[in-house]
């Protein structure tokens, strides 16, 4: 288990970026998505995909030089056209538009197309949460999950976070793939030879198996709560590529598979001014009320801690943000590594 401190990290992350040709105020904000992703222990969505947001620079499906531009806007919504730029600097403008409208009209819309992976969901509802407002954010993704009844890909994993601040500087917030799982930890099972449950994938039949190396090719991923996490899935579609003109559903290339296509994914981010509905102490004391409520819920036998959503993030941030330091996985160790050595940039793990 190799470690490293987070500033380190982040000169490297920051360093990658802009000699791959961003600028370094997108670089220093990509960088902070990714990093505060891996500190909330979100290891499959943060640095270790840095390697592989270069090498699409590279084959010409990102452009390390573009800059988000604003298509149309209203008062409480806007259309943001991505221009190839990496998803996370659209997330990130996106979202702090949608936060800055809100504050005048108390909630706002803002939707992305001609985006790609933006990484975590969880970060960009958060930057909401910071600012006292309740978040939510959401992506389309390239389909890989089948819908209830069918036995290939139809949609995607279509990520989706809300979050909502807590009085203490965290946030309660869930960030889930609509997919029973994330396609990212079927592919981290399968290259550490792990078994996974038939609650994951269905086989070319549409039917379900353990065999993580049938995907991506003959397996496709089962959605989260059969046909209800299918239906949200579909609201997803909706806010981010149906009404922003991003690729819908097989019109979208995967992100990683595809390195030279441009991926056209669409973002939808809104933020809702909660101080202007109610006081706000008196919403975080409600907050409070709702969180002590669920954690004071009778526990099942075997179980010693009831959570929030969002609770296991905040609690491994803490601990990384304490110590300055991160335990990486050994797909990250890869991963870093192989750009390290691409790039000529020095990575310097904890001995
Ligand atoms: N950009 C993309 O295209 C894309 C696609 C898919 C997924 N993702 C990202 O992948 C990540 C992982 O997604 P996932 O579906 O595997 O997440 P997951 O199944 O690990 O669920 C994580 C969420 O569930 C909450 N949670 C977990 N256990 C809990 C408990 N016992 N009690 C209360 N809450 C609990 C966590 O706090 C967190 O909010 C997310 O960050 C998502 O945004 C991104």
Not at 3 to 14: E, T
Not at 250 to 266: F, I
Not at 283 to 312: N, T, Y
């Amino acid at each position: 288990m190799k470690r490293i401190k987070l500033g380190s990290l982040r000169k490297f992350a920051v360093d990658s970026l802009v000699a791959a040709g961003v600028s370094s105020e997108n670089a220093a904000e990509a960088a902070d998505v990714l990093i505060t992703t891996d500190t909330f222990g979100v290891m499959t969505h943060g640095t270790k995909n840095l390697y592989q947001y270069i090498q699409k620079m590279q084959a010409g499906g990102l452009d390390p030089h573009a800059e988000p531009t604003i298509d149309r806007e209203g008062p409480a919504w806007a259309i943001i056209n991505g221009n190839k730029a990496l998803g996370m600097v659209s997330g990130c403008k996106a979202m702090k538009s949608a936060i800055k409208k809100a504050k005048e009209t108390g909630i706002a819309y803002v939707g992305v197309h001609n985006s790609c992976h933006f990484g975590a969901a969880g970060y960009y509802a958060n930057l909401a949460a910071s600012e006292g407002m309740i978040g939510l954010s959401m992506s389309n993704a390239d389909p890989v999950i089948a819908v209830p009844g069918g036995r290939s890909k139809a949609i995607g994993t279509n990520p989706f976070s809300f979050a909502a601040p807590l009085g203490d500087g965290t946030s309660l917030f869930l960030d889930i793939a609509l997919s029973n799982v994330a396609a990212l930890k079927v592919i981290s099972a399968k290259e550490k030879g792990q078994p996974i449950p038939d609650t994951w994938l269905v086989d070319e039949n549409g039917l379900p198996t353990t065999d993580a190396d049938k995907f991506p090719k003959k397996a496709s991923l089962q959605p989260m709560a059969a046909h209800k996490g299918y239906g949200l899935a579909v609201l997803v579609e909706l806010l981010s590529s149906v009404v922003t003109g991003a690729g819908m559903l097989g019109e979208v290339a995967s992100w990683n598979l595809d390195m030279s296509s441009t991926n056209n994914v669409g973002h939808a981010f809104i933020a809702i001014d909660i101080s202007q509905m109610l006081p706000y102490e008196q919403f975080i004391a409600r907050m409070q009320k709702l969180a002590d409520e669920l954690h004071q819920s009778p526990k099942a036998v075997g179980c010693d801690r009831i959570w929030l959503p969002g609770e296991m993030e905040w609690e491994k941030r803490k601990k990384a943000t304490a110590s300055g330091e991160l335990e990486l996985t050994d797909a990250m160790v890869k991963s870093l590594t192989g750009l390290s050595e691409m790039n000529g940039i020095k990575l310097n793990f904890i001995e």
